[in-house]
């Protein structure tokens, strides 16, 4: 039987949905991929569980979505395949991305972003893949932040609707204003300035605290902790700078209701595909020494949804 001829959907905890009866290996015609494209579309956040996978497929199937992007780091992308974004834990890297929480050594822990935010241009979208599984911990979360927006009282929307918000693009943690940091001290080799990861540096962006989705029409709270820094003119809208930031506060205290989150328990042959214009993700990290591997195709984003001050 073609278990393609057959998908089926089940909602996940909040938000996304698993998509069920998918086989990666199966034929997919035009109407299956018309189909996984309708599915990201509506739900944001896609599972795909007991994928027999292999790189040239996570390639391939991605592309489904739309044309693929090349990180700007060459020196996080395999060397077979420039399209494979290559997240590691356990290896070399984890020195520089070891950082302390409550006194305990976590690698990788990212709070809630969109990739290339920073840019004013994020990509589109993403699609992970689990090539090797912590035994425990190793946690992604993601947040939809178009069910975010609709669930904001109508005074607030009202109140956000011509604001626009700075992003400043800062590799220390401990200066990322929004950032709840009890309990948080960096590593010994945590970056200082971005160049001592190999980046370049980036200007603020800037974005409307609401984008409407290019595609969708859906209107998205363009509110993530990481990097978030002011509301820029808060005195035209009739705001000081102390409301404005008492506003910057209540609207990230509101991206983090569990409402708003699923969070994936990553298991072998497992693949989430997201829609980067609308679901914040972040990762709750590994203790030091715990082995897991990740592959990342990036799907290219064709409008940009902020700017560059
Ligand atoms: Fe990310």
């Known amino acids: 039987m073609n278990a393609n001829k057959t998908i089926q959907t089940r909602q996940l905890n909040n938000v996304g949905v698993e998509v069920f009866g998918f086989d990666i290996n199966q034929p997919m015609s035009p109407e299956l991929q018309a189909e996984l494209r309708a599915l990201w579309l509506e739900h944001a956040i896609l599972v795909f569980r007991d994928q027999d996978i292999t790189p040239e497929k996570q390639i391939e199937f991605s592309r489904i979505f739309g044309p693929l992007e090349m990180h700007p780091l060459k020196a996080t992308t395999s060397d077979e395949y420039p399209e494979l974004f290559v997240l590691e834990n356990g290896g070399e890297s984890d020195k520089y991305n070891t950082a302390y929480y409550d006194g305990e050594a976590i690698v990788n822990r990212l709070i809630w972003h969109m990739d290339l935010h920073y840019t004013g241009k994020p990509n589109r ?62 590593g010994p080799f945590s970056p200082k300035k971005p160049s001592d990861v190999g980046f370049p540096d980036f200007a603020d962006s800037i974005y409307p605290a609401v984008v409407t989705h290019p595609e969708t029409g859906d209107k998205v709270l363009e509110i993530v902790e990481q990097f978030l820094d002011r509301v820029i003119e808060p005195e035209k809208v009739g705001m000081s700078t102390d409301e404005a930031d008492d506003l910057l506060r209540e609207l990230v205290a509101h991206t983090r209701k569990p409402e708003f989150h699923y969070w994936h328990d990553w298991r072998p042959g497992d693949m989430v595909l997201w829609d980067n214009w609308r679901a914040m993700h972040c990762t709750t990290g590994t203790r030091a020494g715990v082995k897991r591997l990740i592959h990342r195709t990036t799907i290219e984003g064709d409008h940009t949804l902020g700017r560059q001050l």
């Open 125 to 186: 979208g993403a699609l992970l893949r689990a090539v090797h599984v912590a035994e425990e911990d190793g946690l992604t979360g993601f947040g939809d932040l178009a069910k975010a927006y609709q669930a904001l009282s109508p005074e607030l929307k009202a109140k956000i609707a011509d604001i626009e918000v700075a992003y400043t693009f800062e590799m220390q943690r401990i200066k990322w204003r929004f950032a709840d940091n009890t309990g948080y001290k960096p």
